[in-house]
Every structure is written in structure tokens, then in C-alpha cells.
């Protein structure tokens, strides 16, 4: 059956109600948003003749420039850049920064500590080519300590320039280097050879906030650093807990939130209390995920709620059909033994192989994306960022792109879940806006919102196809602001351009919305040698080298 959009609202029925609410500013389901009003607009209308915003911000053009392009009256403080002293131990700033997040000390929204990712290293800049097929130990160390996480505290001074305090007794790095422990269904099994503690985080892409103040941070593509450090690949690919006040908190990976090319979470609570986790995978024709605690939200509990992250359920949506799939041993075992069974395209397995591999519900976790793929789930255009509305539990998904199906500039999907449930069981969907020539934007990534309910995303057109081919019109990789209702809704607006080569990440705003924190990631990426640079970014005293660096972007007027 069709449903527009009107037969849809009927059907959400207390989604309709949960909307009307959320447009006075008193909706919340993430608990991030929770405080805010809608009373200090960013301001996107644009008048009819001149397609310019009028009021907070004029777009800017797109540009081929080396720099952090910005609107004017808009200025960025470089806040923390690649091997930067981040405390007075001596620790240093991690290569490639993606994801940030910002927790307030104090409530302020002008001190605080930041959560950074690294994901990768790039060994022009880091460590070094290696001898024949394989790297030093010395190299391998460097390739582990400059991924992972790094924890800074940063504040706004009286000038109101955005620095790095080295002083803080909370900064402190989590590396490919750092013990973790294991946790949930998957820990202690032999699907992980049997560990319950592994080496370090790597690959670590963008991650998602908890409702008890602690950092997921998401292994992404490990598959390059484990083989390079000689590691078994069962221990990542997953996603990590750290809680950046407390380091009396076990570094953790959670294992029944399944094991695959982790993007990011966004975490709500179903009607009835419980935690859910949206994922995506972000590889060429993967799912989307969803976990379910089994346990319910207990605001008072405080940290022990990361106990809510070992037990549940975890899901994958099957969009043909409108529904999440659960992922147990038994569905997937029935599946492999119905005489109809036929390999899905997208597992790289024989069904021999498959009957061996899947024994336990921990084998279920440690290969998610086959278990998806044969119970049904839908395979999607790199499922990227997933954001949960503060103002009415939809659910945003960037698809980045996928060549391999003629998406060359990706889309940005948007989930219903049937009656505004984040628990629910059914869901319907809709193509929120599309990359392309038409909206001015190509390869949407990372997502976060305004508390006007705009979405903000940043674009990711790879480095050896930007300023090329179809990608020519798009100039260098940016940010963009997208209303999600009014007239504008579904709109680009561009917000910022990246440096040469880079790729922005990891946006996040401070509870007054005065900052953005933003990562620059992989300037001068493409550079033959030290001596063809293509970026110098961010162009500070003394270097010689592109470094990564966080900004705090300032100038935002109420
Ligand atoms: Fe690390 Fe999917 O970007
Ligand atoms: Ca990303
Ligand atoms: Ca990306």
C-alpha cells in the first residue's frame, strides 16, 4: 500500500502530537537536547528573488581554497592539532581528529573537556613507509598511539579565543595501546578467541553520546591497523565506551551491539524505558542497526546504566518490508537450513562456510553484517551518521554515496518509526534530501542538529575524486545546514568549506550553541611527498607539514 505523507501522520498517530509538541521546544528524546528552546533561531529564510538567506548566516560560495572557509562574521580557533602536548605527562594529539564531543564542567558552556577521535594515520605525516610488506615495531607503535581518542579540556578566553588548557587533570589519551575489557554476549567466547581483555581502539571513526554522560566512540575500518599491528580482528569493530571524567571506568567495548564497520550511534529510550542505539555500517550495500537494551534507563543510576550496553537486542532494518529484524543464532540458523537458501549477494561466504561459522548467538555479533544480509535486511549506500531529531524521534541516516549502484552523491534518509517509538518494531521512511548538482551537495556524512531543528551535515567526497569529473561543481568538501520543516525544509545551505584534501567531521555544539567544534580531518591528503604539498592547513608558525586540528567555530548571533 501507498502512504503519503497525510495517511502517514494518521498512522504515526502520537507522532503527529509528539511533533506539534517538539515545534514549542519541548521535545526531547536524546537527553541532549533536553534544555533547549527553539526561542534563538539560527535564522535560514531565504527571500524568493535572491535564494540568499537573510538573518543569521549568508551562505557562502563553494571554493578550491586552502582554508576553513566560513560566513562572515564567522572566525575559527584552532583548538588542538595533530601532535600537539595535550597534558603536562606530555601525552600528544592523535593524527586524522573526527568525531567531537563536548561535556560541559560545571554546566559551562565555555569550559569543558572534549572528546576527540582518531581514525587513522597517514604515513607521509606519521610513520613512516614501511620495509617491504611491513611495518617496525617502533612503527607499529606509532600507528596505534596516534588513533584511538584523545581527551582535552578546552575553554574560551577572556578574549574569547577557544585554547587548550594542558593543565587539566583530565586530559589523557586512549590508544591503540590502552587495555580494554569486553563486554556482553561475545566476551569470553571463542567467536573472540576466547578474550575478555584485547589491545586498544583503533579506526575510530565518528561515536555518539550516552544518556549517563560517557563517549561511544566507533571502530570503523579496523580491518588495515589489525593487520598491519599483527592483532586479531575479532577484538575490533566494535563499539567503545570511555568516560572522560572518571578514568576509574574501565575502557570497554560492547559487544552486543554487534561488530561491523561501526559509523557512529545515537542513542534514545523506547516508550517504555529502555536504551536504543541506532548504527550504521558504512560500507557499499550494508544495513542499518538498531540495539535495544533489555534493562530500563534509570536516570540515578548514573554509570552503572553502561551496564543497559551488555544485554538486549540488536536489529537490522529490512526497508522493503518496513520492519527490524532481530538478529538471534536461531533465525539465522533456520534461515541456512531452509533448502531455499541462497547466499545474499553481499556476503563474501559459501553456505558451507556459513553453517560452520554461525554456532552461538556470539557468532551472531562478531559477523553482524552476514547475519543481517541473510536474515533480510536491506543493503543501503554506506550508511553513515545516524541522528535522532530532538524534535520528533525521526531518525536521519546518511548514505554517503555508492558507485556501485549509480548514488554517486548519497542521500540523507529519514525513519519514522511507527508511532514515534523509538521501540517499535515497524517503521516507514522517506528520502529526506538527495546529493546532487539540485541541492548543491554531494556524499553527506556526519549529522547533528541545531535546537531549531536544522541539520547540519558535512560531506565526504573522497580525496581522488573532489574537484573532478561530476565532483567539479561541489569544489572542496564542506558543511551545510538543512531545515527539517517550514518552508526550507530539505535546503542546502552552505555553512563552511574544508581545506585542500580534507574532510570535515564530527560536528558538535556547546549547550548555548555560541560554539561549534568541528574537525578538520586529512588536509593535504593527497600530497606525493613533503615537498608537493597540496595543504599546509592549518597554516600555523613553524610547520612544515598539513596537521588534522579541531576548531571551535564562534560568531553564531541570537
Ligand atoms: Fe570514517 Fe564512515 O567515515
Ligand atoms: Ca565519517
Ligand atoms: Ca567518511
Known amino acids: 500500500m501507498e502512504v503519503n505523507r497525510r495517511q502517514f501522520l494518521g498512522y504515526l498517530g502520537k507522532g503527529a502530537a509528539a511533533l506539534a509538541v517538539a515545534s514549542a521546544g519541548l521535545g526531547s528524546l536524546t537527553g541532549q537536547a533536553e534544555a533547549k528552546t527553539a526561542d534563538h533561531l539560527f535564522g535560514f529564510e531565504k527571500t524568493k528573488k535572491t535564494k540568499k538567506t537573510v538573518g543569521f548566516f549568508k551562505p557562502i560560495e563553494h571554493t578550491t581554497k586552502d582554508d576553513l ?9 584552532v583548538v588542538a592539532a595533530y601532535g600537539d602536548k595535550i597534558n603536562e605527562k606530555g601525552d600528544t594529539f592523535g593524527f586524522n581528529n573526527d568525531f567531537t564531543l563536548y561535556f560541559p564542567i560545571d554546566g559551562s558552556s565555555e569550559r569543558g573537556l572534549l572528546w576527540v577521535n582518531h581514525e587513522y594515520t597517514n604515513p607521509l605525516f606519521v610513520e613512516g613507509t614501511k620495509q617491504g610488506d611491513k611495518y617496525t615495531a617502533k612503527q607499529i607503535e606509532q600507528l596505534l598511539y596516534n588513533q584511538g581518542g584523545s581527551i582535552i579540556e578546552v575553554y574560551r578566553d577572556k ?20 587495555p580494554f575489557q569486553l563486554t556482553g554476549p561475545a566476551a569470553g567466547t571463542t567467536a573472540v578467541n576466547g578474550a575478555t581483555k584485547v589491545q586498544g581502539t583503533f579506526a575510530n571513526c565518528s561515536g555518539g553520546k550516552t544518556l549517563w554522560n560517557t563517549v561511544l566512540s566507533c571502530e570503523e575500518n579496523f580491518e588495515y591497523t589489525a593487520k598491519d599491528a599483527g592483532l586479531d580482528a575479532t577484538h575490533y569493530g566494535w563499539v567503545v565506551e570511555v568516560a572522560p571524567f572518571d578514568e576509574s571506568f574501565a575502557v570497554r567495548k560492547h559487544t552486543a551491539l554487534g561488530r561491523f564497520n561501526h559509523e557512529n550511534t545515537a542513542m534514545g529510550l523506547s516508550k517504555d524505558g529502555r536504551v536504543v542505539v541506532y548504527m550504521g555500517d ?19 543510576a548514573g554509570l552503572t546504566n553502561s551496564a543497559l550496553l551488555e544485554e538486549g537486542t540488536l536489529y537490522a532494518a529490512n526497508m522493503k518490508k518496513g520492519v527490524w529484524v532481530a538478529l538471534t543464532i536461531e533465525a539465522v ?20 562456510q556459513l553453517i560452520e561459522m554461525f554456532k552461538t548467538q556470539a557468532d551472531v555479533l562478531v559477523h553482524a553484517h552476514e547475519a543481517a544480509m541473510i ?17 520528533d524521534s525521526t531518525i536521519f541516516i546518511a548514505h554517503t554515496n555508492n558507485d556501485s549502484h549509480g548514488n554517486i552523491h548519497g542521500h540523507i534518509t529519514r525513519f519514522f518509526e511507527k508511532d514515534g517509538d523509538l521501540g517499535a518494531m515497524e517503521f516507514d521512511f522517506e528520502i529526506f534530501a538527495a546529493g546532487g548538482r539540485q541541492s548543491g551537495f554531494s556524499a553527506p556524512d556526519n549529522l547533528t542538529f541545531d535546537s531549531n531543528g536544522n541539520l547540519w551535515t558535512v560531506t565526504d567526497m573522497s580525496g581522488s575524486s573532489m574537484n573532478k569529473g561530476v565532483f567539479v561543481p561541489f569544489a572542496n568538501n564542506g558543511m551545510y545546514v538543512i531545515p527539517t520543516s517550514g518552508e526550507h ?7 563552511a568549506s574544508a581545506p585542500v584534501d580534507a574532510e570535515l567531521t564530527g560536528p558538535w555544539f556547546t549547550p548555548d550553541e555560541r560554539t561549534l ?42
Do not use: C
Open 69 to 77: 572557509v566560513l560566513p562572515e562574521g564567522f572566525k575559527y580557533d
Open 159 to 178: 578574549d574569547g579565543v577557544w585554547k587548550m588548557d594542558t593543565s587539566s587533570r583530565y586530559a589523557r589519551r586512549i590508544t591503540g595501546l590502552t
Open 282 to 300: 558504512d560500507k557499499k550495500d550494508a544495513g542499518v542497526y538498531k540495539f535495544i537494551s533489555k534493562g530500563k534507563y534509570d536516570p540515578a
Open 333 to 352: 540458523q533456520a534461515a541456512l537450513a531452509n533448502e531455499k537458501f541462497s547466499v545474499p549477494y553481499n556476503v563474501n561466504y559459501s553456505k558451507e
Open 375 to 391: 536474515l533480510g535486511a536491506t543493503p543501503t549506500d554506506r550508511p553513515e551518521d545516524v541522528e535522532i531529531s530532538p524534535f
Open 489 to 495: 525544509q530539505g535546503e542546502a545551505f552552505q555553512f
Open 517 to 558: 567544534f568541528l574537525a578538520v580531518q586529512h588536509p593535504g591528503e593527497q600530497s606525493k611527498s613533503l615537498n608537493e604539498l597540496t595543504s599546509k592547513w592549518p597554516h600555523r608558525p613553524g610547520d612544515t607539514i598539513p596537521r588534522p586540528a579541531v576548531v571551535a567555530i564562534t560568531g553564531f548571533k541570537f
